[in-house]
């Protein structure tokens, strides 16, 4: 078959030829009959592609020059934190002793394994200002479910049954209202202020004898430092609820500011983004949780302790919630977190911060001022800023969702879009610290270009993209109607349904 672009490839199943093999085994030095039951035995043989061992090769290949992901290029998936993911943590991942521990060994075998998550809570204490850690919870909103539960418990354990509301700022994250939601919590919806940060007065209207906690994420989503904290805590901590810090994303404070010394009480991490492991398709995370000591025995079990001499599992906890995630957590993304932690050492998270944060606000004042895009709230950015295409939708009819799927033709991934839901439009870009100077310039330069473009032919924007393997999808009827097999996929092509 004749290929004419790279994209243009066919299933392996279509590449399949009858008779082609791709191994060869060792024959057997005797001639042994293995006895399979009967009832144990397929009927018919296996539907298997039969093709060569480099027919193989090439095609995975191709496959993955079809994808994009940190290792292409710019990632700035705002919120997201998809930074580059030094190599040596995979190596020290794949590290036999690493990979192959088993959950179910006894502990004096596995003295290496709980040294490392020993030691990683060692680091994360140290970084948010918190006294205990839990890194069992699977994903930050494994581990918020964790952090609002232990809220939940620890009023149930002071008798305060009316406090069975949760606030959340209208920033915020979809995850936390979602959580305090499935923690049984009633969500009272906090709005922000023209400067993008929570309105004070609001606040103060909204706690009550009913108020569990206020759930925030500092700085906020639109990148946005909520210099009022300490006022913030005071309202909440006076009203009789906790503070529970989304930390998912910490890249702007390492080693600047820690949630402990801002009152916070309870705090998520997302190990997935602060430290390393992008988690593009969707997993595996890991979602530390750490808590202030008058809450510490309200933390999943089992812990992680250590009594100078052996590390042990500590089931110990008198008024745990329980498990949030079958045994210890994804211990993988933990290696491969101390890992990057120790090789930045201290000043090197500082330094990630530092950079993260200029390169927010480079991009930012590069950008600025471009027909189309309007700055939402001030200017000033910690790790992400948010635009708004909402003029440019307006003048061109050009939305946010074109400028994203425009960037694509450009070999660039796009930011997020229409998030935080109180931007309109919202374009909200993170480049992190682990892009150049050049790549920033060559980002801002395509946005530009698709200003101009927008202004001058639309429709080249709107049609896009033009040059990758997928154009532009139905959203909704892939969500509806996904092809998630070869066997669906033939299905669909035989009713002459489906395009892509
Ligand atoms: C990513 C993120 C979450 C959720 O984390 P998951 O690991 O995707 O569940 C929560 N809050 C904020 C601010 C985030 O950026």
Not at 179 to 198: D, Q, R
Not at 299 to 309: A, F, S, T
Not at 357 to 369: E, I, P
């Amino acid at each position: 078959m004749f290929r004419q672009a790279k994209w243009e490839e066919p299933l392996i199943f279509e590449l399949s030829r009858e008779g082609r093999v791709g191994y060869t085994m060792p024959k057997p030095i005797e001639d042994v009959e293995i006895e399979i039951p009967e009832k144990l035995r397929r009927k018919s043989s296996l539907n298997l592609p039969e093709l060569s061992e480099p027919e193989v090769v090439k095609h995975y290949t191709r496959l993955s020059e079809m994808n994009y992901g940190v290792d292409s290029g710019i990632y700035p998936l705002g919120s997201c934190t998809m930074k580059y993911n030094p190599k040596i943590n995979e190596e020290i991942a794949s590290h036999p002793g690493v990979a192959y521990v088993h959950p179910y060994q006894d502990e004096r075998t596995v003295q290496g394994a709980l040294k490392i998550m020993w030691e990683l809570e060692q680091w994360l204490k140290e970084i948010t200002g918190m006294d205990r850690f839990t890194l069992q919870p699977a994903a930050g909103a494994n581990g918020e479910f964790t952090g609002v539960s232990i809220i939940r418990a620890y009023h149930l354990d002071h008798g305060e049954t009316q406090r069975t509301e949760m606030l959340v700022p209208d920033s915020a994250h979809g995850t936390n209202p979602a959580s305090a939601a499935m923690a049984g919590f009633k969500v009272i919806e906090i709005p922000s202020n023209e400067n993008g940060t929570v309105d004070l007065e609001a606040l103060e209207n909204a706690v009550s004898e009913r108020t569990a906690g206020l759930m925030l994420t500092n700085p906020n989503t639109l990148g946005i430092f909520e210099d009022e904290i300490l006022e913030i805590a005071k309202i909440v901590h006076k009203a009789g609820g906790l503070l529970y810090y989304d930390g998912a994303n910490l890249n702007a404070v390492l080693g600047k500011i820690r949630p402990g010394d801002m009152g916070f009480d309870v705090v998520h991490l997302n190990l997935h983004k602060t430290f390393s492991t992008p988690h593009g398709g969707g997993g595996p995370g890991s979602g530390p949780v750490g808590v202030k000591d008058f809450l510490k025995d309200y933390l999943p079990v089992p812990l992680v302790g250590y009594d100078g001499k052996r590390y042990y599992l500590d089931y110990n906890v008198p008024k745990s919630i329980g498990k949030v995630k079958e045994l210890y957590g994804n211990f993988a993304v933990m290696v491969r977190a101390l890992t990057y932690l120790k090789i930045m050492g201290r000043e090197g998270l500082k330094n990630a911060s530092e950079i993260a944060v200029l390169n927010a606000n480079y991009l930012t004042q590069k950008l600025k001022g471009t027909r189309g895009y309007e700055l939402s709230h001030k200017e000033l950015r910690k790790h992400e800023v948010v635009f708004s295409a909402e003029p440019m939708k307006k003048e061109t009819g050009v939305k946010a969702l074109d400028v994203a799927k425009r960037l694509l033709d450009f070999g660039m991934h796009a930011p997020t879009i229409y998030f935080p839901l109180i931007v309109h439009e919202a374009l909200m870009i993170e480049p992190t610290e682990t892009v150049s100077k050049e790549e920033l310039d060559a980002y801002v330069e395509a946005l530009k270009r698709i200003s101009e473009e927008a202004y001058s032919n639309p429709e080249i924007v709107k049609g896009a993209p033009h040059s990758t393997a997928v154009k532009r999808v139905d959203d909704v009827l892939a969500a509806k109607k996904p092809i998630l097999s070869w066997r669906m996929y033939i299905k669909l092509k035989e009713e002459g349904g489906v395009d892509y």
